[in-house]
């Protein structure tokens, strides 16, 4: 399988061939985590409804939760303006951060500028 | 004004010195864009609280809302777990995107997979 020539045409690559994907909690519209999708991680994406991403570090296709169990259902894949970014809306299993948090942006140390008035 | 060492040491920049930006409504928790930035870029948001990016078509620091009025206030700032993305959460001033649109996701043509048994 490949992305339609439509689709692909829409895509704007950076100089590694990737697009950004954004992805969301559907349950709670939280942030999980992003993420990086190749062609082939899109196409895998839009026919399975599981997660799948590019690995930059490893440089191979990733399935997310195929090790851990964390897979992500796909509910709906938004494509943005210029299009360069997917917005990807997922039910996931067990949290989708490696470090074991719910999403990548939790803990307190990821915090960078806490809301006025705030503590 | 620069970053503290501290905060510019946990930075993973891509090879062009840039993080992505992950923009969130406060009020919806809706994806509004998606953006990058620069240490510059970086300190003007944590400093001012104005949503402030890197052009990398202009490349140069954009102040978003600068000339169409557009402005975000950000009320909140989070860096991810392997420092390569921040999540902003804003109060959004008229559209996010540029097309005229609130969110850069909007629009039926940048649907690309909808929910099972949706239209």
């Not at 997922?90 to 500028?113: I, K, M, N, Y």
Request: net charge negative.
């Amino acid at each position: 399988m490949s992305l339609s020539p439509e689709l692909s045409a829409r895509l704007k690559r950076n100089a590694d061939g990737l697009i950004a994907a954004v992805v969301v909690d559907h349950a709670t519209s939280d942030v999980l985590m992003m993420a990086w999708m190749n062609d082939d991680a899109l196409e895998a994406t839009l026919t399975t409804r599981r997660g799948t991403y590019w690995s930059r570090s490893r440089q191979e296709l990733w399935v997310k939760g195929e090790t851990s169990g964390h897979v992500q259902h796909v509910r709906e894949v938004r494509i943005d303006c210029d299009g360069d970014t997917v917005l990807l809306r997922v039910d996931q299993t067990g949290p989708a951060c490696h470090t074991g948090t719910r999403t990548c942006f939790d803990t307190d140390e990821r915090l960078l500028l806490a809301e006025e008035g705030a503590r």
